[in-house]
């Protein structure tokens, strides 16, 4: 509890100077300048804010940005795009490498939606170039000139402002038409494309392997022809066929689709010192948000009523947000992998998976701990419960500088699954996938499932090690077993020095967890009247 103690003190003081946690502009600056070099000759990059979500009718979504384009920028406001050059771009000003574009001041619709900023006070932001939106069509009327155009894909989820010209929709449509994008682009068909174009001849076995897990996510791609040559043939001189067949396919297109994605990976999974202060922060607030459920709940609570505890706690602390949807799910709906309804209003004596995480200034946390509603675990409840625990407890501790995510989490599934074999549950270890069908470990930053390239452990990467056995009703096994679900999940932060458990200040012992539960709660006098009683 000294430990617990020190991080409610630690946090009370740092969010007390909320401004210490925004990133400075230099750090965004410091970013573009990091991801220009990692772009190929002659290219630019094009990145689009997120769009507007409605909600219903005339009600939309809070604006949430979009992860990459925040990165990159700082940026919180729609309908805005990001431009970074490789080489120096020229304009009557002088040379510049990179230019925003942002939405027009507009104090009517200020006064109905909020503040927009100056082009002069955006400038202030690190920006070389700053430029309202409507100059953007202008501007990319010459991406032709471009090796390459790196961009991400396109979602069809944005919704036609029509009263706009330059909403984010007719942005996006223009610079569609100014790339030549075809109307029926396969995405999987043209990343098969560009990584055989960029491949060497000594990769091409690795590569060969790659091209068949494409196919068998998409089966129609065997029906290219050139990817059925690629396939079929073996010897040197038909490589070279191969990529010429296929830049011929491309010749129409500069627009690039994998490299931006890839550098995002590279940049992203390893953070920095700013951000994993930042995302200490989200922790810490989720791991109060849990601990202090842990000492309310009570078996005639609601799903509902514990996520909002959770909630309550992170909007105290100053956290905007929920990293993702909120999973709490009692009993049967502790077997649902990412159940969000929260919807049953009596969890009794089951028990509750909670899978939360705050969002402080962009970045989440990701945490979950399975509790007993009546604070006991019952014996199969703990059974159960001491293999998953142990499974991540070994995995933590492995996870070291230069091992693998395969490693850890062929670790934990056979613990698992030794641990099913014994209890009677499964006969052999293969079946252990029925009851554990995820992964261990994923990134976490501003995205909860942070973009990476997944294969050894690095200093400065925060992942989540969540080892987890479900079984719902109907399973083949001995009843008892059935609608319990248990996942433990915490969020390590690798150092050269071994791993650091963030999220270490909520209990994971079962002992330890009903010892907190005992606990008298600050919420156990908060009593709401009967809302029947205020109905007239």
């Not at 990145?47 to 990459?68: C, E, G």
């Not at 969000?340 to 970045?363: H, P, R, S, T």
Request: charge should be negative; aromatic fraction near 10%; include cysteine.
């Amino acid at each position: 509890m000294k430990k617990l103690f020190f991080i409610i003190s630690l946090l009370s003081l740092t969010l007390a100077q909320s401004q210490n946690g925004k990133l400075s502009p230099e750090f965004y600056k410091e970013k573009r300048d990091l991801f220009r070099k990692k772009m190929p000759e002659n290219s630019v990059a094009v990145l689009f804010s997120a769009p507007i979500r409605n909600r219903a009718n005339d009600v939309d979504y809070v604006f949430h940005q979009d992860p990459n384009f925040f990165y990159l920028t700082g940026w919180h406001q729609p309908h805005s795009v990001l431009m970074i050059y490789k080489n120096p771009q020229g304009d009557k000003l002088g040379s510049y490498n990179e230019k925003i574009y942002i939405l027009e001041r507009d104090e009517y619709k200020e006064l109905w939606n909020g503040k927009r900023y100056s082009i002069e006070a955006v400038k202030k932001l690190g920006f070389e170039r700053v430029s309202t939106r409507n100059h953007f069509k202008d501007d990319i009327s010459n991406l032709s000139a471009y090796d390459k155009v790196l961009m991400f894909g396109f979602n069809n989820d944005i919704r036609d402002q029509e009263d706009d010209p330059n909403d984010l929709f007719d942005l996006k449509a223009a610079f569609k038409e100014s790339i030549n994008f075809p109307s029926s682009f396969d995405r999987e068909l043209y990343t098969v494309y560009q990584h055989i174009l960029e491949a060497d001849e000594d990769s091409v076995e690795i590569l060969r392997e790659e091209v068949k897990a494409h196919v068998q996510l998409d089966s129609t791609l065997i029906e290219d022809e050139i990817i059925k040559q690629f396939l079929q043939f073996s010897d040197n001189d038909f490589y070279t066929e191969v990529k010429m067949k296929t830049a011929f396919a491309l010749r129409n297109f500069n627009f690039d689709l994998v490299t931006l994605p890839q550098i995002m990976k590279d940049m992203r999974e390893i953070k920095s010192d700013e951000e994993i202060e930042l995302i200490k922060k989200a922790v810490a607030i989720s791991v109060i948000g849990q601990n202090e459920v842990m000492k309310a709940i009570h078996s005639d609570m609601s799903e509902r009523e514990i996520q909002g505890i959770h909630e309550f706690v992170y909007r105290k602390y100053g956290a905007a947000d929920e990293g993702y949807p909120s999973i709490v799910g009692a009993g049967e709906n502790s077997c649902v992998l990412h159940y969000i309804e929260n919807e049953k209003k009596e969890i009794d004596n089951q028990l509750v998976l909670m899978d939360l995480g705050a969002e402080f200034y962009g970045f989440t946390a990701d945490v979950t701990r399975t509790i007993p509603a009546n604070g006991i675990y019952s014996q199969t409840q703990r059974a159960l419960y001491e293999i998953v625990y142990d499974a991540q407890e070994k995995a933590i501790h492995t996870a070291e500088v230069g091992i693998s995510f395969n490693t850890l989490h062929k670790l934990s599934y056979e613990i698992i699954s030794a641990g099913l074999i014994r209890l009677n549950i499964i006969d052999d270890i293969s079946e252990a996938r029925s009851y554990y069908p995820h992964g261990l470990s994923h990134h976490i930053g501003l995205d909860v499932h942070d973009p990476g390239n997944y294969v050894d452990l690095a200093a400065g990467m925060v992942i989540t090690i969540e080892p987890g056995i479900y079984i719902p009703e109907g399973s083949p096994c001995d009843p008892k077993w059935w609608n319990i679900g248990i996942r433990i999940e915490d969020d390590i932060l690798i150092t050269e020095n071994g791993p650091i458990n963030l999220s270490e200040g909520a209990p994971r012992k079962w002992q330890d967890v009903e010892l907190l539960m005992k606990q008298e709660s600050i919420l156990d006098a908060f009593i709401l009247p009967e809302i029947e009683t205020l109905i007239q």
